[in-house]
């Protein structure tokens, strides 16, 4: 078994940004006319409000410093506001994806996915830190990944068959969405009211997906209120503080245990595009002390490549390929050789 780990550059060749692109694409977006579809007066007044009190701080330092608001910082000064801000930013974020991938839709801008989707096989694992749907969207068109279970949890029995392949999207999906505590049916605690997994909406991401009238039965005559996304802040919470204390901690351990599973039963792990940032302390430890030191693995992250092979060296790490650093090269690289070659090569 194969495990892929994909972080933004992986998505990069698809139009997505890189986290230190984010604010200046998401700013250009949100001054485009188009947008005002989705922002109304009230986003673009709060909008104009963060860039006069954020000239020029990173995406991750604005939400980090909204979402933990210490004394005397600059977004104390918005007091009660800060909710607003924080989810009028989270909605213009993931109608910016979207928008996104409307324009791959038509103009097909996600080969490399698609040949990264030829590689994969069934029993496969993809465990990503990317929101889009990119990947998703490629593995279903090769007939190995379905929206009924292969996030690694259950929408539905039967909604869709099984699903060949798992995409762990251990910080979440711009198609998760949170539901009401309170909602009507079984209402769990610490979860909502379908249970410890996110409600998967819209139409339009379902369309993108390949499904057509294809919906979540949680979506009908349900408000979403939430969005099931772990955003890019210095100190990431996997849970979601409310009045009943916090919610989805259940949800969010297993699916990063599952792939801690992946990681210790497979035979090779092939990282691409995902640099081992010092913030994401969990994928830290989750890749470097819960991983099989005995695979084979393979880093397809560019310039920071050989840093991130010094630290797998480091905690024990000593079956790394020497293949090309790109991700596009190193897939020509790798479809070039069969599988049995490459168990039989010497790292």
Request: glycine share 6%.
């Amino acid at each position: 078994m194969t495990v892929y780990v994909l972080g933004a550059g992986a998505s990069l060749h698809a139009g997505y940004p890189l986290g230190s692109q984010l604010r200046d694409q998401l700013e250009a977006w949100a001054s485009r006319s188009h947008s005002s579809t989705f922002l109304g007066p009230d986003f673009r007044e709060r909008f104009s409000t963060l860039k006069r009190i954020y000239p020029s701080d990173s995406f991750d330092c604005v939400l980090t410093d909204l979402y933990e608001r210490p004394p005397a910082s600059r977004a104390a000064s918005l007091l009660a506001q800060c909710p607003c801000f924080l989810d009028d930013l989270l909605e213009a974020f993931r109608q910016f994806f979207r928008e996104i991938y409307h324009r791959e839709t038509q103009s097909q801008a996600s080969p490399d996915y698609e040949r990264l989707a030829n590689l994969v096989r069934p029993g496969d694992v993809v465990i990503t830190f990317n929101y889009d749907l990119a990947l998703e969207r490629e593995l279903k068109r090769a007939g190995l990944w379905e929206i009924g279970d292969g996030y690694g949890f259950c929408v539905q029995t039967d909604l869709t068959p099984a699903s060949n392949v798992k995409v762990l999207k251990l910080h979440g999906s711009i198609n998760w969405y949170r539901a009401p505590i309170g909602a009507p049916g079984n209402v769990v605690v610490g979860s909502n009211f379908v249970g410890e997994r996110p409600v998967l909406g819209v139409d339009a991401d379902m369309s993108y997906l390949g499904y057509k009238g294809l919906r979540d039965p949680a979506v009908d005559n349900r408000r979403l209120t939430g969005t099931a996304i772990i955003m890019p802040v210095a100190h990431k919470k996997f849970y979601y503080e409310t009045s009943l204390g916090r919610e989805w901690e259940c949800f969010w351990d297993k699916l990063w245990n599952r792939a801690a599973s992946a990681l210790r039963a497979c035979d090779e792990t092939v990282m691409i595009g995902y640099s081992l940032p010092s913030a994401d302390e969990r994928a830290r430890d989750l890749l470097l002390c819960r991983s099989n030191r005995n695979a084979r693995w393979t880093v397809c992250c560019d310039r920071d490549t050989p840093c991130i092979q010094e630290q797998l060296r480091t905690h024990g790490f000593n079956s790394l390929q020497n293949v090309p650093a790109s991700f596009h090269e190193w897939l020509g690289w790798r479809s070039s050789r069969p599988l049995e070659r490459l168990a039989s090569e010497d790292p």
